[in-house]
């Protein structure tokens, strides 16, 4: 069973930059895929960017492409996204996801590919 805690997240101004991290417990991460999805009131959560459990591949969200990078840090058992020019569409909980997988180059990209979930961050940008 794996613990996913969520933090960083907060108060942003539009052009700002926040980072994110979900620390992991009860497994080590090394051979999950890990993701970050977000979701705003009213709306479906949706995918924003996954990486491998080799770290070598990532996948983002059109949305965020160019200005959100995820990574991890095997050392620490802990995913992150920097999240940089934040706009007000930003503003969502934003929740990590893991899934075992033993093909280190895979990315999954839809909620049902992930088996454990954080409780979410929640992320607000000001106009």
């Known amino acids: 069973q794996v613990q996913l805690v969520e933090s960083g997240g907060g108060l942003a101004q539009t052009g700002g930059s926040l980072r994110l991290s979900c620390a992991a417990s009860?497994?080590?991460?090394?051979?999950?895929?890990m993701g970050w999805f977000r979701q705003a009131p009213g709306k479906e959560r949706e995918f924003v960017a996954g990486?491998?459990?080799?770290?070598?591949?990532?996948v983002y969200a059109d949305s965020v492409k160019g200005r959100f990078t995820v990574s991890r840090d095997s050392a620490k058992n802990t995913v992150y996204l920097q999240m940089n020019g934040l706009k007000p569409e930003d503003t969502a909980i934003y929740y990590c996801a893991a899934d075992p997988d033993g093909r280190y180059w895979i990315v999954a990209t839809t909620r049902g590919e992930y088996d454990y979930w954080g409780q979410g961050t929640q992320v607000t940008v000001s106009s």
């Open positions: 009860g497994r080590t991460l090394s051979r999950y895929k």
């Open positions: 990486i491998a459990w080799s770290g070598g591949n990532t």
